[in-house]
């Protein structure tokens, strides 16, 4: 079964460069969410999208944006990269805003290292 | 932690025992999930439980839901190796995304 393809699945930058994650969800799947795992830390909730619009947003910095494609995958830009950005980015997605449970489908993740 | 803490964040047992794991949340919720993850890899969903559920089984995995404490425990029977991992539980509310907890370390030993 497909599940969600995250791309690329390691990147290393230095201070001050950009990155640019993708997501793409599973088949039918039109809600897309992106977290960040630091180094023994919980995954934080960046930012979410329905339908190609913004649905929710955590705690995403503003040198961060994201958004999500006619096809519905989604890409995550960050600019000036700071050390702490290093981390595991995940995109989970899900079919339906208000599908009745909430279970996401998350994929591999990409692996950010800011040098 | 966004949302509230598991407890212990490290556990280590032999292979066959059970293995508990608890977590405690900050705010009033629609369900409650569990995942699983294998270092440094993606989540994977293990159960739900509904804010009207007091416990639910699914295989070796049995979970209970306490929503006066605002606490939840996952137990894992008859541990295996394979059980080697960090568990989370997750949260959600009326803005639908998922809240983590701080997560479990689980080291199950041969």
């Known amino acids: 079964a497909a599940g969600v393809i995250q791309s690329p699945r390691h990147l290393i930058k230095e201070k001050r460069e950009t990155a640019t994650l993708k997501c793409y969800p599973i088949p039918r799947h039109d809600t897309v969410y992106w977290y960040q795992q630091g180094p023994g830390q919980d995954p934080q909730f960046l930012i979410s999208f329905y339908e190609k619009m913004q649905s929710d947003k955590g705690s995403i910095p503003d040198r961060f944006s994201a958004q999500q494609f006619s096809d519905y995958h989604s890409e995550l830009n960050m600019s000036s990269l700071e050390l702490g950005d290093s981390a595991l980015y995940f995109c989970?997605?899900?079919?339906?805003?208000?599908?009745?449970?909430?279970?996401?489908?998350f994929g591999a993740g990409s692996r950010l290292t800011v040098l | 932690s966004q949302q509230g803490e598991e407890d212990p964040q490290a556990l280590s047992i032999q292979e066959g025992e059970n293995a508990t794991m608890n977590c405690s949340y900050k705010t009033s919720i629609n369900n409650l999930q569990w995942y699983r993850q294998n270092s440094g890899r993606g989540l994977v969903h293990l159960i739900l439980?509904?804010?009207?559920?007091r416990e639910k089984h699914s295989g070796r995995l049995r979970v209970t839901l306490d929503t006066s404490k605002k606490s939840s425990s996952l137990l894992i029977t008859a541990s295996r190796a394979a059980d080697t991992a960090s568990y989370f539980c997750?949260?959600?509310?009326?803005?639908?995304?998922?809240?983590f907890g701080q997560g479990t370390r689980l080291t199950i030993n041969p």
């Open positions: 997750a949260t959600d509310a009326l803005t639908q995304k998922l809240v």
């Open positions: 989970a997605s899900k079919q339906g805003e208000s599908s009745g449970a909430n279970v996401l489908t």
């Open positions: 439980i509904r804010s009207n559920e």
